[in-house]
Each structure stands twice: as C-alpha cells, then as structure tokens.
C-alpha cells in the first residue's frame, strides 16, 4: 500500500519568513496530493491540493510543488503570519482498489514566531 | 460551517460499553468516510462508502461497524470499547470515488475518551 512519509515534523519560523514541508510517497499510481492545515482541537481544513499532471501550483502565499518522478511534494508558505501557527498534513490519494483513499503523512508542526 | 456534522462532538465511556457515532453531509457528495486521529496526531482511514456500499475497510477490528442508512449519513458503531480506541474520529465526505480523486471535507470530530 501507500506510505507517505512527511519532514521536519516540528518547524519554527520567524513572522515573514518562508516555511517549506516536504512530503514523499511510494506509490506510482497515487495521482492526487492534498494539503490539510489543522488547527488546535479543529478539523483538517484542504488549503491547496495538485494533481499528477501538474508540477506546481500557486494560491497567494501557498504554492506546492510535485516532481512525479522522484516521488516527493513539498509546500511552500511565504511571508508567514501568526495564523499559519497549525500542524499540516501531506496526503497522497489514488483509486487503487477501487476506493479514493487518502494516505497522510505523520504531520508538520508549524509555529510563527514574532 | 454544517457541510459535514458529527455528533456527538465529546464522548466519556467505560471500557467494555457500545457506543455510536453520527455523521450526516448535506453537500450532495457520493462518498463518505471515517479517519482515526490517534493522540500523536496521525490520521489513517478505517471506511469509506459510497452510494451506501462499503469499498474500503483497513484492517479495522470488527467490533468497528459503520453503517449508511443512506448517503448522507454514515454512522460508527464500536462494541467492547478497548482503552486504545480513544481518539479523535473524523467524518468525511467527498463528491465521487471514480474516475479522479475528489476534495475530501472533513467534519468536527469527536473525541472519544475510554476509561
């Protein structure tokens, strides 16, 4: 099956500053990579997804990048804020099986310091 | 936001007690699913149905039963609470299962405290 493996698990950064979390998963036929930020005691909320036709994406200060060869995803926050104070979770998701399953990473915690 | 809702959102038991867990989405979607979010955090599928028909079950005891009167609702069934079920339980919905993979929306949670 699908193994996602996500680093650093803890991440500090100063206000502005970029933060990058990189995401590597095993199988092949895995098409459909989402980002979910998670506040405390709240639910996983999508901030930006790619899928495998892609090799990158932007939303204002939130890009992802995908290299479909080599197997890894990584997210990119620029100019970051308080607010992204969250943990955030890679995920990797294909119809093997019949079923759209979703295979998370262990998760990130980002905290922005002022 | 009650796109996909959970009840209920706290839940105490003692070990060895039957418990359930609802969940309802009102956005149309095809499929649903239920995560576990242990107390490390991390987050693994047990079930997803679509259109009421179960197509994924991981390896989840069977004292885990979900069941989909129809497809806005899935509800979570769990006999013999064991100390390790407690955990968060995430209900999530997306529009298909076929063809791409969809948006996944997850619901509140509810956490589950076994003693």
């Known amino acids: 099956g699908e193994n996602v493996e996500q680093h650093p698990s803890t991440l500090s950064v100063q206000e502005g500053d970029s933060a990058v979390i990189k995401c590597t998963y095993s199988d092949s036929a895995s098409n459909y990579f989402p980002w979910y930020k998670q506040e405390l005691g709240k639910r996983p909320q999508l901030i930006i997804d790619i899928r495998s036709n892609v090799g990158e994406k932007k939303d204002q200060r939130i890009a992802v990048t995908l290299n479909k060869t080599a197997k890894h995803f990584s997210l990119h926050i620029t100019e970051t804020q308080p607010e992204d104070s969250a943990v955030y979770f890679c995920a990797a998701s294909s119809l093997r099986g019949g079923g759209n399953k979703l295979t998370f990473g262990t998760g990130t915690q980002l905290k922005v310091e002022l | 936001d009650t796109a996909v809702s959970q009840t209920p959102k706290y839940l105490v038991t003692q070990m060895g007690n039957d418990k359930s867990i609802k969940c309802e989405q009102n956005l149309g979607h095809d499929t649903m699913y239920w995560y576990k979010q242990d107390s490390k955090k991390f987050l693994k599928i047990m079930f997803s149905?679509?259109?009421?028909?179960?197509?994924i079950n991981e390896t989840v005891p069977n004292r885990f039963s979900p069941k989909s009167p129809d497809k806005a609702h899935l509800n979570l069934h769990i006999n013999s609470l064991e100390l390790g079920d407690s955990a968060v339980y995430f209900c999530a919905s997306s529009r298909r299962t076929s063809g791409s993979s969809d948006t996944q929306y997850f619901g509140p949670g509810t956490r589950l405290t076994v003693l």
């Open positions: 149905y679509n259109n009421k028909e179960l197509i």
